[in-house]
Every structure is written in structure tokens, then in C-alpha cells.
């Protein structure tokens, strides 16, 4: 009964906890949709692989108290499907509530 027990808290803990998506994966399923970044200086579009170096780079710099929110903005790109006009920007609320905690 014990060991039955135990097995469940971790099947439990498992299916809880999964890796959040890699930089690759978020950006590259973002690109996949037809999305991409744009430079918001010049207005010029972030090709897709200057746009995963610089989440990279991002996850280097993103402070430990901050991690949940990058988390969550990668998981809303790795999950993104086109479904309307307004698809591309659908991550938006995710990214502003992570660089708001930078």
C-alpha cells in the first residue's frame, strides 16, 4: 500500500513538472506559424536565428526570480497555432509579465 502510494506522488510530481521548451523550440514553433521578430528601433524583421540567440542569451541574464515568467512566455511560443490574425502577438501578455520582472 505504502509503495503504491509513493509511486503515485511521483507519477503525480512527473506530469507536473515537465522542462519548459528551449529557446530552438519556442522560436523556431514562433517561425514555423509565420511569426517573427521585429527590431523595435528600425522596425526591420529578427531573422529566426539571431532571434534564438538572443533568447539564449536572455536565459542567461534572466535573474532565478524571474525564470517562471521566461518559462511561461517560451511555453506560449512553443505552443502557438495560427488560428487567427491576431496569433503572432497572442505571447504578448507572457513576455510583457517576464520583462516586467527584469
Known amino acids: 500500500m505504502r509503495a ?11 506530469v507536473g513538472c515537465s522542462d519548459p521548451p528551449t529557446c530552438d523550440e519556442a522560436i523556431g514553433n514562433f517561425y514555423d506559424e509565420g511569426c517573427e521578430f521585429t527590431d ?21 541574464d534572466t535573474p532565478s526570480d524571474c525564470e517562471d515568467e521566461l518559462d511561461d512566455w517560451l511555453s506560449c511560443l512553443a505552443d502557438l497555432e ?9 505571447c504578448n501578455g507572457e513576455q510583457e509579465t517576464w520583462v516586467r520582472c527584469l
Open 4 to 14: 503504491r502510494l509513493l509511486l503515485g506522488l511521483c507519477v503525480v510530481v512527473l
Open 40 to 60: 523595435l528601433n528600425t522596425g526591420d524583421p529578427i531573422s529566426e536565428f539571431d532571434s534564438s540567440a538572443n533568447c539564449r542569451g536572455a536565459l542567461l
Open 82 to 90: 495560427r488560428g487567427s490574425n491576431s496569433a503572432c502577438q497572442s
